[in-house]
């Protein structure tokens, strides 16, 4: 829990996590652990969505806002819908981005072969503008941390957009090359063959996607005042980090 009033819950997603039940995903999820803390959530999204105002995917931790009246609900979505929420990922990709800042303005619409997919392309009559702005926070031997503004909220965004730059989110099993790397594998990646020693070459340092919703900015629903939420980050890119900075020293 990160926050929480009469109006409106901020919370931590974990990753691995969906937000609500969906085909293949009826257990386990964010909406049904709300129910069961919460007495009192919006009504808005029916019963399969209470509270639930906006969604990560599966594998991507972080800030999450639910609203507990319908109201707030209203006031959420509509900031959501008029691009008022301020958002920022951080990413790890693998390869390093040409420049320090970036902007990706390209339209996102359906896969033409992947129902689960999506893909850039300004062709589909279903295709929307989407727009991200990236800074680069660090730079390693094959990979980067990556800060991620996205001013609109298309699916899969985030991911989409920094595959268009050639530094897809470091182990995304639907847009990148991996689902997940290993002690080994960043040595070979690295060429630095004795790097972190301690650790096994079939150690995992990483199996989901390296992307996390840091901080999210909104207007509370009733009060009227900017509330800023932030969620650290979780201990699997911790891991993952501390190991690539060792990579920069060697």
Same mark, same amino acid.
């Given at each position: 829990?990160?926050?929480?009033?009469?109006?409106?819950?901020?919370?931590?997603?974990?990753?691995?996590?969906?937000?609500?039940?969906?085909?293949?995903?009826?257990?386990g999820t964010l909406a049904g652990a709300?129910?069961?803390?919460? &007495?009192?959530?919006?009504?808005?999204?029916?019963?399969?969505?209470?509270?639930?105002?906006?969604?990560?995917?599966?594998?991507? &931790?972080?800030?999450?806002?639910?609203?507990?009246?319908?109201? =707030?609900?209203?006031?959420?979505?509509?900031?959501?819908?008029? *691009?008022?929420?301020?958002?920022?990922?951080?990413?790890?990709?693998?390869?390093?981005?040409?420049?320090?800042?970036?902007?990706?303005?390209?339209?996102?619409?359906?896969?033409?072969?992947?129902?689960?997919?999506? =893909?850039?392309?300004?062709? #589909?009559?279903?295709? *929307?503008? =989407?727009?991200?702005?990236?800074?680069?926070?660090?730079?390693?031997?094959?990979? =980067?941390?990556?800060?991620?503004?996205?001013?609109?909220?298309?699916?899969? !965004?985030?991911?989409? #957009?920094?595959?268009?730059?050639?530094?897809?989110?470091?182990?995304?099993?639907?847009?990148?090359?991996?689902?997940?790397?290993?002690?080994?594998?960043?040595?070979?990646?690295?060429?630095?063959?004795?790097?972190?020693?301690e650790l096994a070459a079939d150690a995992?340092?990483?199996?989901?996607?390296?992307?996390?919703? *840091?901080?999210?900015?909104?207007?509370?629903?009733?009060?009227?005042?900017?509330?800023?939420?932030?969620?650290?980050?979780?201990?699997?890119?911790?891991?993952?980090?501390?190991?690539?900075? !060792?990579?920069?020293?060697?």
């Amino acid at each position: 829990m990160i926050y929480e009033d009469n109006a409106m819950v901020a919370v931590n997603k974990p990753p691995g996590m969906v937000v609500h039940p969906a085909k293949g995903h009826w257990a386990g999820t964010l909406a049904g652990a709300l129910v069961y803390r919460f &007495s009192q959530l919006s009504g808005v999204g029916g019963a399969v969505r209470p509270g639930i105002v906006h969604r990560l995917d599966r594998d991507t &931790s972080g800030v999450i806002v639910v609203a507990k009246t319908d109201a =707030a609900h209203e006031s959420l979505a509509e900031q959501f819908h008029n *691009r008022t929420v301020k958002k920022e990922y951080v990413a790890i990709v693998a390869g390093r981005p040409d420049r320090d800042a970036d902007r990706v303005s390209e339209p996102i619409g359906p896969h033409p072969t992947h129902r689960e997919k999506m =893909a850039l392309r300004g062709d #589909h009559p279903e295709s *929307r503008p =989407a727009e991200t702005y990236f800074e680069v926070i660090e730079r390693f031997p094959g990979f =980067a941390v990556v800060r991620a503004m996205p001013k609109t909220g298309r699916t899969h !965004q985030i991911r989409l #957009h920094l595959m268009h730059l050639r530094c897809p989110v470091l182990c995304d099993k639907q847009y990148g090359s991996r689902s997940r790397i290993t002690m080994g594998e960043l040595r070979a990646i690295t060429r630095q063959k004795h790097l972190a020693p301690e650790l096994a070459a079939d150690a995992v340092l990483l199996d989901r996607q390296a992307l996390h919703a *840091r901080r999210l900015t909104v207007v509370h629903p009733v009060l009227g005042t900017t509330m800023e939420f932030e969620a650290p980050l979780p201990e699997d890119m911790q891991r993952m980090l501390v190991v690539l900075r !060792q990579t920069a020293r060697s």
